[in-house]
């Protein structure tokens, strides 16, 4: 009996338990994050929309607005430009204040739509989010491919959208809105084999180390990103307005 040949076979079987550990890990704590952003935008959007000082706020000035935006766009620039100078708790600010702001915006969601309108659309988002995020994590089908068209397709669909922003055609708008809805859902899948992918090739240095902790905020941007884009387009559709 080959009990050198025994004892490899059994290191490698520990060694890819081992990595199959820390992906897990690492994943868990990606869906983690962004779960937590998704909540923290919710009840911040929620409970806006109870102050009427806010609303009245967000209503009067316009200006308030665009400086939320621009808050948003700096806070993401700095982590995704700046991840290298970053350490993990900087990090973490930056994707909860992100997350925060967010949920100041989606206040005015609650004015608009009625609260029914707006959960059904969460749920069927949920689904669609989980379905084709799972795909993406068990195919083994490359989807670079697709990533790279939907990502070309967003550039496009956002400059339609701000055109549409002077026409106002409302034969654009729901071409942009059924679009933007088949472009989210294969960069949900993209992402995800991507963040997969990544975990898979640096390993141990994702174990509790603060670049591996970095790494999985940047993870939960992108999925939380993807998930909040598909949110808005699907309650184009299924929100119902409020009289």
Aim: charged content about 10%; proline content about 1%; overall charge positive.
């Amino acid at each position: 009996m080959n009990t050198s040949y025994m004892n490899q076979g059994s290191r490698s079987a520990m060694s890819t338990m081992a990595q199959s550990r820390v992906v897990i890990g690492y994943i868990n704590r990606v869906y983690g994050w962004m779960c937590g952003g998704l909540a923290l935008t919710a009840l911040i959007a929620y409970f806006g929309a109870q102050s009427p000082t806010l609303v009245k706020l967000l209503r009067a000035n316009p200006v308030i607005l665009i400086g939320i935006i621009v808050a948003e766009l700096v806070l993401v620039g700095v982590l995704s430009f700046g991840q290298r100078k970053l350490n993990y708790a900087a990090s973490l600010l930056c994707f909860l204040g992100y997350a925060a702001l967010n949920g100041i915006l989606f206040s005015m969601i609650f004015l608009v739509y009625t609260g029914g309108s707006i959960a059904s659309t969460f749920f069927v988002t949920s689904g669609t989010f989980g379905a084709m995020s799972l795909y993406g994590y068990v195919t083994k089908r490359d989807l670079t491919t697709i990533g790279n068209i939907c990502f070309m397709a967003l550039i496009g669909l956002i400059i339609a959208s701000v055109v549409n922003i002077f026409i106002a055609s409302s034969a654009l708008y729901w071409i942009v809105t059924y679009a933007g809805i088949l472009i989210f859902v294969g960069l949900i899948a993209y992402d995800t084999q991507k963040i997969k992918q990544m975990a898979m090739a640096m390993g141990n240095d994702l174990a509790e180390t603060d670049t591996g902790k970095k790494y999985a905020i940047m993870g939960a941007l992108t999925l939380y990103l993807d998930f909040i884009n598909l949110f808005i387009l699907l309650l184009r559709i299924f929100g119902r307005g409020r009289d």
